[in-house]
């Protein structure tokens, strides 16, 4: 769906297994690839390099400290290495991620909600796939995962409504991860991920795009693609917007519409479905596990379920009359 080198491909991913609290395995696979690993550090590397050749000016180690938007122009105020530094320009386009610091004043809004999440890349043996992990005692209402990247290493890591650190120590500590791994030198990760696209993702001069402005898959937290997409669109309206010399906030309205009308029903079914996870008790996500197991319902997952657009798959389980008679009997 992305172009890009696949120098950055660490691992391509065909299958997974899900791990319910008790243990039961629930394995989908398929043959052609589902997910590509990135190296990341290398991948954004290569998207400021792009930016440069398309005539960007790149300023490290600086830091935005307030934004105004004026009639005619956006001026960016910034620390760069301790001197001071402005910057005007005709539109800004605002990626801070999870930094929401200027959101309130600029009448934005915040995500709904968020996640804490913790990663540790190690060394690992036999994690031939995506692994996936459930229960009170992994995450309560979310989950863990383990994803093998290459040569003998594998990314670890937790999301939780809280103290996902703490949560990540003890699946680390448990016999089906420790007996598979050796953790010397390596270190824990910590970030927050946001739940929920903010109230408003344009103003004047503005676009909001990525973590920034919610542009997150509510179920895995994973939120490249998306971001990616609606930067695509972003490029597009202010490539107009330049064309027509219009930077009014009507002309920036264009860009929230098209992104809501292409991933905003994902996020509000996908935002549905984590709530109903988090609300599930261990004896529950085992009989899901177990139902997910049967050649029938299988059959529905391998043949609608997408890494990137989880929509269907949800709405198409919730449907099927027989499923629901199942679960109906679980709550
Ligand atoms: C543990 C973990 C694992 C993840 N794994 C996946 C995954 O497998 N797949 C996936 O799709 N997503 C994953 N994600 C989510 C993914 O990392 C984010 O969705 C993605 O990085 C968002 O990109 P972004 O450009 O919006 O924000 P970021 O990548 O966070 O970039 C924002 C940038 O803005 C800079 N910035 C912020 N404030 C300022 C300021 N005031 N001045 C100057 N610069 C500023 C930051 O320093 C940062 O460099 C994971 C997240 C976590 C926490």
Not at 60 to 77: A, M, P, W, Y
Not at 248 to 275: D, H, M, N
Request: hydrophobic letters at 40%.
């Amino acid at each position: 769906r992305l172009n890009f080198p696949a120098e950055f491909i660490q691992r391509e991913l065909h299958s997974a297994s899900f791990f319910s609290p008790s243990g039961k395995r629930l394995h989908v696979s398929r043959q052609d690839t589902q997910a590509y690993v990135l190296d990341r550090s290398r991948f954004d590397y290569y998207l400021a390099e792009m930016a440069l050749k398309a005539g960007a000016e790149l300023f490290c180690s600086t830091k935005c400290l307030g934004i105004e938007i004026h009639e005619d122009h956006v001026r960016i105020k910034a620390t760069q290495e301790r001197s001071s530094l402005g910057l005007e320009a005709r539109v800004c386009l605002l990626a801070t991620g999870v930094n929401y610091a200027f959101h309130d004043r600029l009448g934005l809004g915040r995500p709904s909600g968020f996640l804490d999440s913790t990663q540790v890349e190690v060394e690992g043996k036999g994690f031939e796939e995506v692994e996936l992990y459930f229960g009170r005692e992994v995450s309560p209402a979310s989950f863990a995962w383990a994803v093998p990247i290459n040569s003998g290493r594998v990314r670890i890591g937790v999301t939780a409504r809280a103290n996902a650190a703490q949560y990540l120590k003890q699946l680390l500590a448990t016999s089906r991860i420790r007996e598979r791994i050796d953790e010397n030198g390596s270190q824990m990760a910590r970030r927050v991920i946001p739940l929920g696209p903010i109230k408003k993702s344009y103003a004047k001069r503005l676009m909001v795009i990525g973590d920034a402005a919610g542009q997150v898959k509510p179920t895995t937290g994973g939120g490249i693609y998306y971001g990616l997409l609606c930067s695509g669109i972003a490029a597009e309206v202010v490539q107009s917007a330049f064309a027509c010399g219009n930077f009014g906030e009507e002309q920036f309205k264009t860009y929230e519409k098209q992104w809501k009308s292409k991933i905003g029903p994902e996020l509000s079914v996908g935002l549905s479905a984590r709530k109903l996870l988090s609300k599930c008790s261990d004896g529950q996500i085992d009989a899901l596990i177990e139902l997910g197991q049967e050649d029938r319902v299988l059959g529905l997952i391998k043949r609608y379920a997408d890494f990137d657009w989880h929509k269907r798959l949800i709405l198409i389980l919730a449907k099927a009359q027989f499923l629901m008679q199942r679960v109906g009997s679980l709550y």
